[in-house]
């Protein structure tokens, strides 16, 4: 009955809000690039900027945050890196299996799953992991993509100075240090609270449809050993890291975890599609990560449930 009450209020709304958009982009003809560049652009940092800026998060907090998350994906392009190369794999398989290994879907799908499981302390932390994976995957995942076609990516790097989240982050942290960020309930706070808050529902139907206009059974035979590192070990390098930081808020804590173990981003898709080339089996590498992230989802379901339960209980953390 625990699963079952944390499945129906923690993932049941994400999941039906993304059904709606898989059978909306079943259904019609609908492109996300337009709702891409608007929650990019105007939602997320709005969302991003509110979030920290509002945050009862210490500072401390804050840093041991930004420090786990760069030691989380470093290990998992580490262990990635490895697993590929053990079992043969090589470019451009290899750097989108690395891609899609160590980057997790911590926005359009984390940040609502930890608002749901762990309120508004589970939201500041999910927004901030993504903040640093931004700058992360615009930088380490250029590169990455690059590698497996071959190109230098400095071009791409570039667009980190580019992403608005990233000067969202530091307008925010720069106004709390300031002592100038206006009350909670002024007329410019509740403004971005409503825009930063319409994200959340238009990320998880943006996550649909594009999961509906995946090709599964190209590349599905290709996608096991990605899930196994996805689903099973991203969550243990998770707890491994939040056990050595040691974080003050065992909240803080358990939503990292619970970040870690969200299924494969759809970014690298974009990465791969830009700066990759080459095929898997006869089919193009950019359909082997949307299988991932197709199947990483669907697996998600259950194993964020169960893992929700472990960390509530305090068996992980």
Request: net charge negative; with cysteine; charged share 10%.
């Amino acid at each position: 009955m625990a699963l079952l009450s944390i499945f129906a209020t923690a993932i049941l709304p994400i999941v039906t809000v993304g059904a709606v958009g898989f059978v909306l982009g079943r259904a019609t003809d609908v492109e996300t690039d337009s709702m891409n560049t608007v929650v990019v652009y105007v939602l997320a940092p709005a969302l991003v900027f509110h979030s920290l800026a509002t945050t009862s998060l210490a500072r401390s907090t804050l840093v041991e945050v930004a420090v786990a998350v760069t030691a989380y994906h470093l290990v998992m392009i580490l262990l990635a890196e490895g697993a590929g190369r053990l079992f043969g794999e090589r470019d451009p398989l290899l750097s989108a299996l690395v891609l899609v290994a160590a980057f997790p879907n911590s926005g359009n799908y984390g940040i609502p799953v930890s608002n749901f499981a762990f309120g508004a302390t589970g939201r500041s932390t999910a927004v901030l992991f993504l903040s640093v994976q931004s700058v992360l995957i615009y930088t380490l995942g250029v590169y990455i993509a690059s590698r497996g076609g071959g190109n230098s990516g400095l071009e791409g790097v570039k667009r980190v100075f580019k992403i608005p989240l990233v000067y969202a982050v530091v307008a925010a942290l720069l106004a709390r240090w300031a002592g100038v960020v206006p009350p909670a309930g002024s007329t410019a706070m509740e403004t971005l609270k409503l825009v930063g808050d319409s994200s959340i529902p238009l990320m998880l139907l943006i996550l649909g449809v594009q999961l509906a206009k995946t090709d599964v059974g190209s590349t599905l035979s290709e996608v096991g050993v990605v899930t196994v590192l996805k689903m099973a070990a991203a969550p243990a390098v998770g707890v491994a890291i939040a056990l050595v930081v040691g974080f003050a808020d065992p909240t803080v804590g358990r939503t990292f975890v619970l970040e870690c173990a969200m299924p494969a981003a759809v970014t690298p898709l974009i990465l791969v599609g830009e700066f990759a080339e080459g095929d898997v089996s006869g089919v193009p590498v950019a359909e082997f990560v949307s299988t991932a992230v197709f199947v990483t989802t669907l697996v998600s379901v259950p194993t964020l449930t169960l893992t929700i339960a472990l960390l509530e209980s305090g068996v992980l953390l």
